[in-house]
């Protein structure tokens, strides 16, 4: 059994195709000396590379290990195996398993949400988190986390994506990240902002076109298909693309083939596509904007993206990571942030979401004259709570009612509607998951499937 264990954290620019960190391997042969070796090595991850090895051995070498290293996470490395025995080594203690071929694209989303949740401030989870492009995203609350440790996993899948969320919640990030911790990561990202593109150019951005297809069309113009094709094409606003266009879409997503305007043949792109909206998609159906076929084959994987208001335990988080990094770009000396303005910035509901909280903070850096940004610096147009302020508690309760609300609703949504399931996921008393949903009034019924 070969045992190999990162040691140092590694630099983002060391993790490539042919990375060679730091390590230290070794045969193990069951005499117990592979606690000792690791114990003087230290080691950030241990990968157990398994070839025939019996699940006593694999017990013994797991049980050997934490018997001196009781939280290094443990990787074991298998070409094959049964549910069973893939059961058998996640009880033992392993973390994760992962089969070959080996490639970061697959390992490092892996490893980095492991270190994650085992060891948040070591130096090797923020180097892996500035490599998979998740450095923008800022924040500690069960939503934002919930929808970003999703990111990895649906990197993996070349599924259509649907991204909804209101303006500002970081649409096109969470889109690029996808597209840069996937296999396409080598080829281009390709936006267009359906709602900015005139109604009768959409088609020709999209396609393209041959020369002569109409009046002024002196030479050929590919479109946006073909400059992202092994990459990842994004339609933002996807709701507000004119019917036409998105009855061509539509056929391009069912064949992968397309023809452009004046063109005689069809052309084939391997593109996957990623589609945000801002709006109720479900009323945006219903109102004619986006098509419900279309939907249905856009939203093959959904990522709904949670308001600011309702990650509210992150604004000091995000409001002092964007004092930093524009004082940084403003080349001007770090803020603190006083009590005052952190409880304005609290009280306020933030309709333009992060972005919107961006843009007050980077005011306020470049205005103020002091160490410490005041209350009064904090530039909030038409807040509703200058004229009639709440309270601190008044605010935090509000919090408090948003976050158990949604997180009850995801619960049950995820276990249709069974309480006493939804209460072991979520390694809560059934008994007090009831009070919260006669707490907040919520109808259990919806949940569960029809006829159930």
């Not at 911790?181 to 593109?197: E, K, T």
């Not at 004046?262 to 084939?268: E, P, V």
């Amino acid at each position: 059994m070969e045992v190999f264990g990162f040691a140092f954290p590694l630099p983002c620019g060391r993790f490539t195709e042919n990375f060679q960190p730091p390590f230290l391997k070794f045969l193990w042969d069951g005499s117990g000396e592979i606690s000792k070796a690791i114990t003087d090595f230290r080691p950030r991850v241990i990968f157990l590379v398994l070839a025939g090895k019996s699940s006593e051995q694999v017990n013994a070498a797991v049980t050997s290990i934490r018997a001196e290293s009781m939280d290094i996470p443990i990787f074991a490395i298998l070409a094959s195996g049964m549910p069973e025995e893939i059961m058998r080594l996640l009880q033992s203690g392993v973390e994760d398993f992962i089969t070959p071929p080996l490639k970061p694209v697959d390992i490092l989303p892996r490893l980095w949400r492991t270190l994650e949740r085992t060891r948040p401030e070591d130096p090797l989870t923020q180097a892996l988190k500035a490599k998979l492009g998740l450095q923008q995203f800022v924040g500690e609350s069960q939503a934002f986390l919930a929808a970003i440790k999703e990111i990895p996993l649906i990197a993996r899948s070349d599924a259509n994506l649907l991204i909804s969320g209101e303006t500002g919640t970081g649409k096109e990030l969470r889109a690029r990240a996808v597209h840069y911790l996937s296999g396409r990561s080598s080829q281009l990202f390709v936006p267009l902002n359906c709602g900015a593109i005139p109604l009768e150019l959409v088609e020709n951005e999209l396609f393209g076109h041959q020369r002569g297809a109409f009046t002024g069309a002196s030479g050929a113009q590919p479109g946006l298909i073909h400059e992202a094709t092994g990459g990842t094409l994004f339609l933002d606003e996807i709701d507000s693309m004119p019917p036409f266009a998105q009855v061509k879409l539509l056929r391009f997503l069912q064949d992968r083939e397309y023809r452009p305007l004046g063109g005689a043949k069809m052309i084939h792109a391997d593109v996957r596509v990623v589609a945000a909206t801002n709006a109720d998609v479900e009323e945006a159906v219903k109102a004619g904007k986006l098509r419900q076929d279309l939907y249905y084959r856009l939203s093959t994987i959904t990522l709904q993206l949670p308001p600011l208001r309702q990650r509210r335990d992150d604004i000091p988080l995000l409001a002092r990571h964007f004092v930093a990094t524009i004082a940084c770009r403003l080349a001007v000396r770090p803020k603190d942030i006083s009590a005052g303005a952190m409880h304005k910035l609290l009280l306020h509901d933030w309709p333009g979401n992060v972005r919107e909280l961006e843009h007050v903070m980077e005011r306020a850096v470049a205005l103020s004259k002091r160490t410490e940004i005041q209350r009064a610096e904090i530039n909030l147009p038409g807040s509703r709570q200058t004229a009639n302020p709440e309270s601190f508690q008044q605010s935090k309760a509000k919090a408090v009612a948003e976050f158990e609300t949604g997180f009850v609703r995801r619960l049950l949504e995820g276990h249709q509607g069974n309480i006493t399931r939804a209460a072991q996921s979520a390694h809560k008393d059934a008994r007090v998951l009831r009070q919260l949903i006669r707490k907040h009034q919520i109808d259990v019924d919806q949940f569960k499937p029809a006829g159930g």
